[in-house]
Each structure stands twice: as C-alpha cells, then as structure tokens.
C-alpha cells in the first residue's frame, strides 16, 4: 500500500515539474512579444545602439567587442566570440540578479556580410535552498505563492541550505539574420504569429530555409549548458533513460529523438553521446524552492 500511495506522489510530481516547465515557455514566448515591441517603443538606453522598425519586424544594431579573447568559452565551441556576446546582448535575457544567459547558434546560410543563424539561448543562475514546511497547509501556501523571495514560505517554513545546483529562468530559440560591418552587428528577427513564414520568405535565402525546416529540437543545447557548468562551477545531473546501442564521439553522430520519447511530458527528453555512447536522457533544471517539501519530523 505505502508503496502504491509513493508511486502516486512520484507520477504527481513528475506531471506538476512539466506543467511548470510548459507554464515558463508560454510566459517566455509571451515575454519574448512584450519586450521586443517594448524595445522598439522606447528610446535607446545605450548611445551606441540604434533600433529601427520595418512591418513590425525588429532590427537593432550595435557593437560587441570581447576585449580579451583568451577569456571568450565561446570559441571553444567553434562559436564568434563577438557575435556570441552580441547575441547574448540582444536577443536573450535575465529574470534574477543572480543570473546569466548563454546562447549557441547553427549556421544556416552566408551572403556576403551577413550570416543567417538558428539561434538558442538560456538563462542560468545557481541555487543553494530548499524548503521545508512543518504540514500540508504550509506546503501548499508557500507552493502558491508568487514572491520570488519566497517571503511567505521564509515566515511558515525552513529554508535549507543544500549542495549548489545550476536550475533555468527564461529561454528563447528563434532565426536570425546578422550583418557584421566594421565591427558593427546589425540584427533582424522575425515577427511572430501570422507575419513569421512571410518575414522568413523575404528576408532568408533558400538555402537558409531550407536548413532551417531540418533542424529538429535544439541541437546546441549541450554547448550552452556546458558553458553554463564551467561558468557557475555547478554541475547539472542528466539522468539516462535508455541507451541506443549506438557508438558515437560526438552528439550530431546520434540518431533523433524517438517519438516515444519526444510525446512524454514528465521531462524534455534528448539525445545525447556520452562515454561514447548514444543515449536518451534528460537534464534536471528544476528549482527545488519552487517545490516545497513536509518537513520529516523523525528528523
């Protein structure tokens, strides 16, 4: 029976982190919308930068200069150090002070000065806490509250120190197109909505449509997260599901995401060589202050 009642608790659990998980990627496309047309609203903030507007498309240019290249990890990665801050820069942000956002990018198509790119970014930032509640009531109290301080479940419950662990806030992936004059990036992005096939129509070249319809997932994940890891100094678990039976030496030599895995909603599921090996797994991001526990009282 007590068993029966944990395998209840635990198949609970996992469908409540993947609402959370699905509610943060309807607040970033929503966030994503406001801010760019909340950019292009308002005056430029830094002298440098310049925002101009086309049909609701978002254009900005700037300047992005990584003054000592040694200290770039971008490049270890076969990533333009000053292009990767610039996207870092423009296209992705932050919801904590505590955090920062890491971006990694596929090469659709060249032309000249500009380069057209499938971009990904994440935001990243360190957590050392956990909250215990003395009962249900507390639990549930400081589970419902919208303080991002966690003031109400500071008040009812005990805030436990932990092992740091690396968790996520805001994510975007989007295509790009990036001009680079004089050490000058210019941008362009997209409308959503009704106005993106058309926008990607007139402004990428077939080629970069073309590449773009067969990027599947977020292939350069591993890189950002990796980046992630060694900034922070914090590992993230990434917990096996199966392995493929299938060598490997890096991730691109994987097969795709079987769809068995891809329609689970418990964990975002991914394809990744480790060891040497192709393996589906999937990475543990959650933040453990957004799901308060009862507090053991044979502790």
């Known amino acids: ?98 955090a920062r956002n890491f971006c990694a990018y596929d090469i659709l198509d ?18 050392d806490e956990k909250i215990l509640c003395p009962d249900e009531a507390s639990r549930k109290h400081c589970f419902m509250s919208k303080d991002d301080n966690k003031e109400a479940c500071r008040q009812q419950c005990d805030i436990q120190k932990v092992s740091p662990y690396l968790t996520t806030g805001s994510a975007i992936s989007v295509p790009v197109k990036i001009t680079r004059e004089n050490g000058n990036f210019s941008i362009w992005m997209p409308r959503d909505g009704s106005g993106y096939t058309k ?56 097969a795709i995401l079987p769809m068995n895995y891809a329609t689970r909603s418990s964990c975002p599921y991914e394809v990744q060589c480790r060891a040497n090996q192709c393996v589906i797994g999937c990475y543990d991001f959650t933040d453990y202050t957004d799901f308060p526990e009862i507090k053991n009282t044979f502790e």
């Open 1 to 98: 029976m007590l068993s029966k009642v944990l395998t209840i608790q635990n198949f609970m659990k996992a469908h409540l982190i993947a609402l959370v998980i699905i509610t943060k990627l309807f607040l970033v496309a929503c966030a994503v919308d406001s801010e760019i047309h909340d950019d292009l609203a308002d005056s430029p903030t830094n002298a440098r930068e310049n925002t101009t507007i086309e049909d609701w498309s978002y254009e900005k240019t700037g300047i992005s200069s990584i003054e000592n290249v040694a200290d770039c990890d971008a490049s270890q990665y076969d990533l333009d150090c000053d292009m990767t801050k610039f996207l870092e820069e423009t296209v992705a942000w932050t919801t904590r002070s505590n």
């Open 199 to 254: 926008d990607l129509k007139e402004h990428f070249s077939p080629e970069a449509h073309e590449k773009l319809r067969s990027i599947s997932g977020i292939p350069q994940r591993h890189i950002y997260i990796e980046r992630a890891e060694k900034h922070f100094g914090v590992g993230v678990p990434f917990d096996i599901a199966e392995e493929m039976g299938q060598s490997c030496s890096t991730h691109d030599e994987c």
């Open 110 to 127: 060249t032309q000249d000065s500009a380069v057209y790119l499938q971009v990904f970014c994440e935001e990243f930032y360190p957590q």
